[in-house]
C-alpha cells in the first residue's frame, strides 16, 4: 500500500521542528592547515626560548644571591655616546629598552598577521582571544588596586600582574613534558598576542613622561620612511637595520618608551601573500628574527632584570605587603577568573559550544598557565618604581612567585590530563600515507582514503569488478 511510504516521504522530506537547521559555532576547533602549520612553527622557537629564558633567569637568581656585587656592577656598567641622543646607557637599561624591542617587533609582526591571515581576522573568530585577553588584564589591575587601596599600598604598580608571558609558559610545558592539542596552544598563543598589544599601550599611556616633541616628531617620520620603503618594494637589511636603530634611538629620546618603536614597526610589515609568493614579507622577517628574540634579547633580559635578592624576610613581605600580595594574587586569582570567565562568558552569550575533544577543565588549565607574567611583569615593575629600587626588586620577587605558583598548579591541572593530550597530539600528527600533510585533514577526501585503506571490498553477491567469476 503506498499510504505508509507516503507517510515515510513527509516525515524526512522535512526535519523536525526541535532540530536545529544551523550548526553552533565551535570553541576552539581544528585549525586550518596553514595556520596549524604556522602555529607549531612558532611555539617550537618559542619553547626552545622558554627553556632559555628559564635557565637565564635561575643564573639571575644564583648571580644576584651569591655574588650580589659582582652583579650589580655589570647591571650599572656604562656604555654608548651620550651625544646626540643620550645613548649612554648601563647594561640593564640596553637590556630593558634595547633587546625588548626586538621582543615587541615580533610580537607587532604576531599581531599583524593575526589581524590579516591568523585566528582575528574575521570578528567572529576574534571574539574569544580578544575578550579573554581584557578580561585577563582587566581583573587582575582590579584585584591589585583593591588590594593596595588602603595605606601602604602603591596603585601605580596595577599593570604589572596585566601580562602573560607566552615564552616561559611554553617553557614549562617543555620542561614538564606536558603534551597540549594545537588549538589550545593556538589560543594561548592569540591570547599572548592580544595580551602583548594592551600592555604596550599601557606602557605607552601610562609609563611615558618627559615628552620631547621634536624627537617623537623624527621619529614618526622614520616610521613613515620605514612604511613607504617597505610598501614600495625595496630590500635589503644594510638599509632597514639603521632605519630602524635610528627611529629606536629617536623613540627613546623623545619620552616615549622605546619598545613601542619596535611594535609600530612590526605593524608596519605586509603579512598577506600577493600573488605565488610562499610567504608574506611579514612572515619571512619573522622567521628571520623571532629565533633573536626568543634565544637572545628575551632571555638576556631575564638576566638583567630576575636577579633578586631571595631570603625568608623577602619572601615574607610578598605576602604581607600591599604590592607584591597585589602582583601574586593578580597573576593567580586575577589572570585565571578573567582569562578562564571572559571564554565562557563568550561561550554563553554567543551560544557556541566547546570542541568536544576537550573539557572546560582543560581551559580552566590554560587559563593558570595564562597567569605566567615574567617579561613584561619584570619591565612594568621598573617602570612602575623608578625612583624605588627596593620596592623594583619587591615587585620582582612577587612577579617570580607569581609565576612560579601559576606554573605549579597549571602543570598539576595539566598533568591529569596528559594522556588525553598525549592521544590528541598522536591524531593530529598522524600520516600514514608519508605525504607530510596529517591524515585529520585529508579522512574525508575518498582519494586519500583509497591510497591508505586500498580498494573496498566486494561482496560475494556482487563479484569482483572486473565481472569475472571466481567459483571453481
Same mark, same amino acid.
Given at each position: 500500500?503506498?499510504?505508509?511510504?507516503?507517510?515515510?516521504s513527509?516525515?524526512?522530506?522535512?526535519?523536525?521542528?526541535?532540530?536545529?537547521?544551523?550548526?553552533?559555532?565551535?570553541?576552539l576547533?581544528?585549525l586550518?592547515? +596553514?595556520?596549524? !602549520?604556522?602555529?607549531?612553527? %612558532? /611555539?617550537?622557537?618559542?619553547? *626552545?626560548g #622558554?627553556v632559555? =629564558?628559564?635557565? $637565564?633567569?635561575?643564573v639571575?637568581?644564583i648571580?644576584a644571591?651569591?655574588?650580589?656585587?659582582a652583579?650589580?656592577?655589570?647591571l650599572?656598567?656604562?656604555?654608548?655616546?651620550?651625544?646626540?641622543?643620550?645613548?649612554?646607557?648601563?647594561?640593564?637599561?640596553w637590556?630593558?629598552d634595547?633587546?625588548?624591542?626586538?621582543?615587541?617587533f615580533?610580537?607587532?609582526?604576531e599581531?599583524?598577521?593575526?589581524f590579516?591571515?591568523g585566528?582575528?581576522?574575521?570578528?567572529?573568530?576574534?571574539?574569544?582571544p580578544?575578550?579573554?585577553?581584557?578580561?585577563?588584564?582587566?581583573?587582575?589591575?582590579?584585584l591589585?588596586?583593591?588590594?593596595?587601596?588602603?595605606?601602604?599600598?602603591?596603585?601605580g604598580?596595577?599593570?604589572i +600582574?596585566?601580562? !602573560?608571558?607566552?615564552?616561559? %609558559? /611554553?617553557?614549562?610545558?617543555? *620542561?614538564? #613534558?606536558?603534551? =597540549?592539542?594545537? $588549538?589550545l596552544?593556538?589560543?594561548?598563543?592569540?591570547?599572548?598576542?592580544v595580551?602583548?598589544?594592551?600592555?604596550?599601550?599601557?606602557i605607552?599611556?601610562?609609563?611615558?613622561?618627559?615628552?620631547?616633541f621634536w624627537a617623537?616628531?623624527?621619529?614618526f617620520?622614520g616610521?613613515?620612511?620605514?612604511?613607504f620603503?617597505h610598501?614600495?618594494?625595496?630590500?635589503?637589511?644594510?638599509?632597514?637595520v639603521p632605519?630602524?636603530?635610528?627611529n629606536?634611538?629617536?623613540?627613546h629620546?623623545?619620552g616615549v618608551?622605546a619598545?613601542?618603536?619596535?611594535?609600530?614597526?612590526g605593524?608596519?610589515l605586509?603579512?598577506?601573500r600577493?600573488?605565488?609568493?610562499?610567504q608574506?614579507p611579514?612572515?619571512?622577517?619573522?622567521h628571520?628574527?623571532r629565533?633573536?628574540?626568543?634565544?637572545?634579547?628575551?632571555?638576556v633580559f631575564?638576566?638583567?632584570?630576575?636577579?633578586v635578592?631571595?631570603?625568608?624576610?623577602?619572601?615574607?613581605?610578598?605576602?604581607?605587603?600591599?604590592?607584591?600580595?597585589?602582583?601574586?594574587?593578580?597573576?593567580l586569582?586575577?589572570?585565571?577568573v578573567g582569562v578562564f570567565?571572559g571564554t565562557?562568558?563568550?561561550?554563553r552569550f554567543?551560544?557556541?559550544?566547546?570542541?568536544?575533544?576537550?573539557?572546560?577543565?582543560?581551559?580552566f588549565?590554560v587559563?593558570?598557565?595564562?597567569?605566567?607574567?615574567?617579561?613584561v611583569?619584570l619591565?612594568?615593575?621598573e617602570?612602575?618604581f623608578?625612583?624605588?629600587?627596593?620596592l623594583?626588586?619587591?615587585?620582582k620577587?612577587?612577579v617570580?612567585?607569581g609565576?612560579?605558583?601559576?606554573a605549579?598548579?597549571?602543570?598539576?591541572l595539566?598533568k591529569?590530563?596528559?594522556?588525553?593530550y598525549?592521544?590528541?597530539?598522536?591524531?593530529?600528527?598522524?600520516?600514514?600515507?608519508?605525504d607530510?600533510?596529517?591524515d585529520v585533514?585529508?579522512?574525508?577526501?575518498?582519494a586519500?582514503?583509497?591510497?591508505v585503506?586500498?580498494?573496498a571490498?566486494?561482496?560475494?553477491?556482487?563479484?569482483?569488478a572486473?565481472?569475472?567469476?571466481t567459483?571453481?
Amino acid at each position: 500500500m503506498p499510504f505508509p511510504a507516503l507517510r515515510r516521504s513527509r516525515v524526512t522530506d522535512q526535519p523536525p521542528v526541535h532540530e536545529p537547521t544551523t550548526r553552533r559555532r565551535q570553541l576552539l576547533g581544528r585549525l586550518s592547515l +596553514p595556520e596549524r !602549520t604556522f602555529v607549531t612553527d %612558532a /611555539l617550537r622557537t618559542e619553547t *626552545v626560548g #622558554g627553556v632559555l =629564558l628559564l635557565a $637565564a633567569a635561575v643564573v639571575a637568581l644564583i648571580w644576584a644571591n651569591v655574588w650580589p656585587d659582582a652583579y650589580e656592577s655589570v647591571l650599572d656598567y656604562t656604555i654608548g655616546p651620550s651625544t646626540p641622543l643620550h645613548l649612554d646607557l648601563s647594561l640593564a637599561d640596553w637590556a630593558k629598552d634595547g633587546l625588548l624591542t626586538i621582543f615587541f617587533f615580533v610580537a607587532g609582526i604576531e599581531l599583524k598577521r593575526e589581524f590579516v591571515a591568523g585566528e582575528l581576522r574575521t570578528p567572529s573568530a576574534a571574539l574569544l582571544p580578544v575578550i579573554a585577553a581584557v578580561c585577563g588584564v582587566a581583573l587582575p589591575a582590579i584585584l591589585f588596586a583593591v588590594v593596595n587601596s588602603g595605606s601602604g599600598g602603591h596603585p601605580g604598580g596595577w599593570a604589572i +600582574p596585566t601580562a !602573560t608571558d607566552i615564552a616561559f %609558559a /611554553l617553557g614549562v610545558l617543555a *620542561v614538564v #613534558g606536558s603534551h =597540549l592539542p594545537s $588549538a589550545l596552544r593556538a589560543f594561548l598563543l592569540t591570547l599572548a598576542v592580544v595580551d602583548d598589544l594592551i600592555a604596550i599601550l599601557i606602557i605607552a599611556v601610562f609609563y611615558s613622561s618627559g615628552i620631547k616633541f621634536w624627537a617623537l616628531g623624527l621619529a614618526f617620520a622614520g616610521l613613515v620612511l620605514f612604511w613607504f620603503l617597505h610598501r614600495r618594494g625595496v630590500h635589503g637589511w644594510y638599509l632597514f637595520v639603521p632605519l630602524a636603530f635610528v627611529n629606536w634611538a629617536l623613540m627613546h629620546e623623545s619620552g616615549v618608551h622605546a619598545t613601542v618603536a619596535g611594535v609600530a614597526m612590526g605593524l608596519m610589515l605586509r603579512c598577506h601573500r600577493v600573488g605565488d609568493e610562499q610567504q608574506s614579507p611579514g612572515e619571512h622577517i619573522e622567521h628571520l628574527v623571532r629565533p633573536l628574540s626568543a634565544g637572545l634579547a628575551v632571555p638576556v633580559f631575564a638576566l638583567f632584570a630576575a636577579g633578586v635578592t631571595i631570603s625568608g624576610s623577602a619572601l615574607g613581605e610578598v605576602f604581607t605587603q600591599a604590592t607584591p600580595l597585589g602582583i601574586v594574587t593578580g597573576l593567580l586569582v586575577g589572570k585565571t577568573v578573567g582569562v578562564f570567565g571572559g571564554t565562557w562568558l563568550t561561550a554563553r552569550f554567543t551560544r557556541a559550544e566547546l570542541n568536544p575533544q576537550l573539557k572546560w577543565a582543560d581551559m580552566f588549565a590554560v587559563a593558570v598557565l595564562a597567569g605566567i607574567g615574567f617579561t613584561v611583569s619584570l619591565l612594568i615593575s621598573e617602570l612602575a618604581f623608578p625612583g624605588d629600587v627596593a620596592l623594583a626588586d619587591r615587585s620582582k620577587t612577587a612577579v617570580l612567585v607569581g609565576s612560579l605558583l601559576c606554573a605549579v598548579f597549571a602543570t598539576v591541572l595539566l598533568k591529569l590530563r596528559n594522556r588525553h593530550y598525549r592521544e590528541l597530539c598522536e591524531e593530529e600528527d598522524r600520516d600514514e600515507d608519508g605525504d607530510g600533510i596529517p591524515d585529520v585533514y585529508q579522512q574525508d577526501d575518498p582519494a586519500w582514503r583509497a591510497r591508505v585503506t586500498g580498494p573496498a571490498p566486494h561482496s560475494a553477491d556482487e563479484g569482483p569488478a572486473d565481472g569475472r567469476r571466481t567459483d571453481r
